[in-house]
Every structure is written in C-alpha cells, then in structure tokens.
C-alpha cells in the first residue's frame, strides 16, 4: 500500500551530522507507525528510532539516545532522522519502515517484525 523512498544518505566525518528523510505515498501518512532502522555489513538490522503517528512519541535505542532525533511532517508524507555527532560505528545503511497504526494506538514500535513495509535504505558511512 504504503512506498517508501529515503535520501540523504553519504559520507561525513566523524563528529558530522546527516538529516535523512523518507517519503511516503499515499494520502493517510498519519495513519502509519514510522521507524529508522540500521545495517552494518554482516551485522543483523537494528531499531534506531521510532516515532507514533502524530509524532509525539518517540524512542531511541541507547546508543544514539541524545545525538538522533526523529520527526515527522505529516503535510508532506515525510519522516525525518537528524543525526548529530555521528560516529563511524554509526556507518550502515539506513531505512525507513512503517507500520498502520492499530485502532487507538498512540505510540511507536521497535521489533524488525513489527513494520510491513520498508524503503530500500539509504547509505551513510562516518569516516574517523
């Protein structure tokens, strides 16, 4: 139902910072849970950020607690990752899932399982 696109993806060095943004088709962005998720080579896909549909709730895994920041403009079908301070262990590539908000549903989720629907992701990779 749901295609999503992310950019803003590249190279920076360490200490940089990087704004991601993933559009969305449709005409009921607000209805859908969005999240960012991450993938280093060989590494399994990891939660990074998590925002509800109205875009006040929002969660982080710990390792990017207080250098990410997630958003929503939900005018224009987009959600966005800013990412402060970036660290070269930060290099993966970056995707962007969502999930329809079930029925009353404020907040947001962080299990890969939980999102049905994923953009094709994004490189960033932080130089030292």
């Known amino acids: 139902q749901v295609q999503l696109v992310e950019s803003g993806g590249g190279l920076v060095q360490a200490g940089g910072s990087l704004r991601l943004s993933c559009a969305a088709s449709g005409r009921t962005f607000s209805s859908y849970v969005m999240g960012w998720f991450r993938q280093a080579p060989g590494k399994e896909r990891e939660f990074v950020a998590g925002v509800s549909g109205s875009g006040g709730n929002t969660g982080y895994r710990d390792s990017v607690k207080g250098r990410f920041s997630i958003s929503r403009e939900n005018a224009k079908n987009t959600v966005y990752l800013q990412m402060n301070s970036l660290k070269p262990e930060d290099t993966a590539v970056y995707y962007c899932?969502?999930?329809?908000?079930?029925?009353?549903?404020?907040?947001?989720?962080?299990?890969?399982?939980?999102?049905?629907?994923w953009g094709q992701g994004t490189q960033v990779t932080v130089s030292s």
């Open positions: 899932a969502a999930r329809y908000r079930p029925l009353g549903y404020a907040g947001y989720f962080t299990g890969r399982d939980e999102y049905g629907y």
